[in-house]
């Protein structure tokens, strides 16, 4: 199985990039492929709501030529992806929500082109926040879970845990053993009938 593991944090060694270590350990553990990508060192520009990416068959097709097109080469690769992302006003960073309004060339649902370069895949999401989870995360979730919908990925769930202490809330033993059965669980996972992570 091969998973991406996209992170949102501006900050690339603090609370995000900490809960990502034993998720990806556990991961390379089992033999399976783990490609991390940071966006905070990446250009990506803001989806210009063109449509151009939607009359190009069989490949991405976005006419701006910037960070995002690797991106999308290790989207097409991967089985799994998994958003990890600290929560900022109840949503994600502005980079991962700057990559994730470019997906539409992924699907070719309003053009000439038809088809998805990612349908089927498994997306889950690693946060980090403040309040408690079901209120910190929940609006983020949602539209993860409607962007699953629309495109017909599988929604495999999430792992999340609160920053109490900055970055040593992320290194209790609570945690870490928490982002290894996450990878566990998605490991684990079969295409169909797949229950969530709570």
């Not at 498994?122 to 983020?140: L, R, S």
Request: glycine fraction near 8%.
């Amino acid at each position: 199985m091969k998973f991406l593991v996209i992170m949102g944090s501006p900050r690339l060694d603090q609370n995000t990039a900490e809960l990502c270590k034993p998720f990806m350990e556990e991961v390379k553990a089992s033999g399976s492929e783990v490609t991390y990508i940071t966006l905070a060192d990446k250009k990506i520009a803001p989806c210009k709501g063109c449509w151009a990416c939607q009359n190009v068959s069989g490949e991405y097709g976005c006419p701006q030529k910037d960070d995002m097109y690797p991106i999308v080469e290790e989207i097409i690769r991967a089985d799994c992806i998994v958003l990890a992302t600290p929560i900022y006003t109840w949503y994600c960073t502005a980079e991962m929500k700057a990559m994730l309004d470019r997906y539409y060339g992924l699907n070719k649902f309003y053009g000439s082109a038809q088809g998805s370069l990612w349908k089927g895949k498994i997306i889950a999401i690693i946060a980090t926040h403040g309040y408690t989870q079901e209120y910190a995360v929940q609006p983020f979730e949602l539209g993860i879970k409607r962007l699953c919908e629309h495109s017909g990925l599988i929604y495999a769930g999430l792992y999340s845990v609160r920053d109490e202490h900055d970055l040593a809330s992320f290194q209790t033993p609570e945690a870490m053993d928490g982002a290894r059965a996450f990878a566990r669980f998605l490991l684990e996972m079969e295409p169909l009938g797949i229950v969530p992570y709570i």
